[in-house]
């Protein structure tokens, strides 16, 4: 992976993770209609013309990613990523972040759950998939930790605001999970051993490999945006930060 540093916005750098994966966002119009438009963001939708880029802010300490956009047409934590990166841009950090707003922008153009009819978040295992690219990124990098963001809509699994964790293997995605849920007030989901329901949501892949996990949700309809959504999810990466004193 060659990461490129892009003057125009600090000490901010980027590289792709796929790039078989692009697609234009701007032609999802309620991603459109909720996003604010500067240089920045233009720039994120440019890139994600041509696949999946990751952005990286400050270097040392632990390294963090937060990711978004696995399931295309869950809307608010991929808003709430760009505007989470928008705002740390040209600040100095003790650890180093990692950022993929986008996972899939092709799916997220679409307003779809799954990428070429797959569903990133059963297939992270499935030797370069989409999501499982992303795995090899985390492991080239050496990123030691990853918080998934997502959202759930009424009368779907989970369904609830909520933050997915296991005990086991690596106990620590329970810490986090539970760090995140008394400082926001998600509910806490915890399985005693990561991908014990079903196989390949990249929580668990990342747990089982020991590196800690979580899955964060909260509750918005599917393919668009309701009220306090984006908030939402803010706060939720904010908490997963907030658990490693960045
Ligand atoms: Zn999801």
């Known amino acids: 992976m060659h990461f490129k540093k892009i003057e125009e916005f600090g000490n901010l750098e980027m590289a792709y993770v796929s790039d078989f994966s692009g697609g234009f966002i701007s032609r999802n119009s309620h991603i459109l209609k909720s996003l604010e438009l500067n240089r920045f963001t233009q720039f994120i939708l440019e890139k994600c013309v041509h696949g999946t880029p990751i952005f990286k802010l400050g270097t040392g300490g632990n390294k963090l990613l937060i990711l978004s956009g696995i399931h295309g047409n869950e809307l608010s934590p991929q808003l709430a990523n ?36 797959m569903d990133l978040n059963r297939s992270a295992h499935i030797h370069d998939s989409v999501s499982n690219l992303i795995i090899q990124s985390v492991v080239e990098l050496g990123i030691n930790v990853v918080g998934d963001f997502h959202s759930t809509a009424y009368n779907s699994n989970p369904g609830r605001e909520s ?8 106990p620590e995605s329970y810490l986090i999970a539970n760090y995140i849920s008394r400082d926001v007030g ?24 020991g590196i800690p996990a979580v899955t964060c949700e909260v509750l918005a309809p599917f393919g668009s945006v309701g009220a306090g959504n984006v908030e939402k999810s803010f706060s939720q990466m904010k908490s997963f930060l907030d658990y490693f004193g960045v």
């Open 82 to 117: 760009v505007r989470l990166l928008n705002d740390l841009i040209g600040n100095e950090f003790n650890h180093t972040l990692y950022f993929i707003p986008f996972a899939a922008p092709k799916a997220t153009m679409n307003n779809e759950r799954t990428f070429n009819a």
């Open 163 to 170: 933050v997915f964790s296991s005990k086991s293997p690596t």
């Open 186 to 209: 998600s509910e806490i989901i915890s399985f005693d051993y990561a991908g014990s329901s079903y196989k390949g949501a990249v929580e668990d892949v990342c747990n089982l490999k």
